[in-house]
């Protein structure tokens, strides 16, 4: 494609299915350029069919390489798939660390798969800036199952079930502080919880403690049309893979068939509102910065002003703004 070509003259493309209009529209998402919003816009109006599928898991726990192999069964029903790994951003250039790495050698000439490889960008909660907006330009482009790969896991690392349909939770046996993290807070949006690595000897030790933690959320929470099933898994030995995608399309249906997949909608429409006026509210903070926002942060150091007042003053100096 020509260098001087329009993001609204990608949509079409897009629409299509083409990789390469995919991966330059996202480029531009990520750069933060005004001149794609007409072109998503557009796109928007075109997405709802793919089924999102959020992946996360504490370091160690086997995520890539376990998704390296749900891409390949996935594959054999011919679905068209696509994969967002979110990785760390640098502390100096802002990209992504692990950006270059070669992922999913296997996969990577195979015209049914996408991969795309995305940093934080000092974003928190475990997804970069552009994840959403990367999700529907797939979705619209035709792709019937969503990966998005987070960071990891933390107490602050769970945008990814405001994101996502469908949540699976990577544990790993041996890792030690693995089930307190899930203790932590993980344990509550996981959809699917897997056990990876169960060729070692202690697997079955994590297996219970995840089973035994279920069971008692299962008393406090009540009845649910979905019991969250805990899945082992060997990326070694290719073993618990089928039952992994199987427990994955179980349940999408019944976030269908419950309505609750509507809910999540919802939800997932809310955060992408309230975090996009938060970013547009960044923006014009910063571009003021050498103005408004520099005086007021002097007034703040010599005390004249409290940093409740400032921030008050400084969204009505932006309310004024032509």
Not at 94 to 104: A, N, V
Not at 205 to 220: D, I, P, R, V
Not at 239 to 268: N, W
Request: hydrophobic residues 40%.
């Amino acid at each position: 494609m020509p260098a001087a070509v329009s993001s609204l003259d990608l949509v079409e493309p897009v629409l299509a299915g083409k990789p390469r209009a995919i991966a330059r529209l996202i480029s531009r998402v990520e750069a933060g350029e005004a001149e794609c919003r007409p072109a998503l816009e557009q796109i928007y109006r075109r997405t709802g069919g793919a089924h999102v599928v959020g992946v996360t898991g504490v370091a160690g726990s086997g995520k890539s390489t376990l998704l390296d192999q749900l891409v390949l069964e996935a594959r054999k029903s011919e679905r068209k798939i696509a994969v967002i790994a979110v990785d760390p951003s640098s502390p100096f250039s802002g990209g992504s660390i692990l950006g270059d790495r070669i992922r999913m050698n296997e996969l990577s000439l195979d015209p049914g798969v996408f991969i795309r490889s995305m940093a934080t960008r000092g974003a928190m909660g475990g997804l970069a800036r552009a994840t959403h907006e990367a999700v529907d330009l797939l979705d619209a482009g035709g792709f019937d199952l969503i990966l998005i790969e987070t960071v990891g896991v933390g107490q602050d690392e769970i945008d990814i079930v405001r994101a996502a349909h469908t949540i699976v939770v990577i544990s790993a046996p041996g890792l030690g502080d693995d089930i307190q993290t899930i203790k932590a807070g993980v344990m509550e949006i996981a959809d699917i919880h897997v056990v990876s690595k169960c060729d070692r000897p202690d697997a079955n030790k994590t297996l219970k403690e995840l089973k035994s933690m279920l069971t008692l959320g299962f008393a406090l929470r009540g009845e649910s049309a979905w019991q969250i099933p805990v899945l082992a898994t060997s990326s070694a030995k290719r073993e618990g893979i089928g039952e992994l995608l199987a427990a994955i399309d179980r349940h999408r249906r019944t976030l269908d068939d419950s309505g609750e997949m509507e809910g999540r909608r919802r939800v997932i429409a809310r955060t992408r509102m309230l975090k996009t006026a938060e970013n547009i509210l960044h923006d014009r903070f910063e571009k003021q910065h050498d103005g408004k926002v520099s005086s007021l942060i002097e007034r703040v150091v010599t005390r004249e002003l409290n940093p409740h007042t400032a921030a008050t003053e400084l969204i009505a100096a932006l309310k004024s703004e032509p």
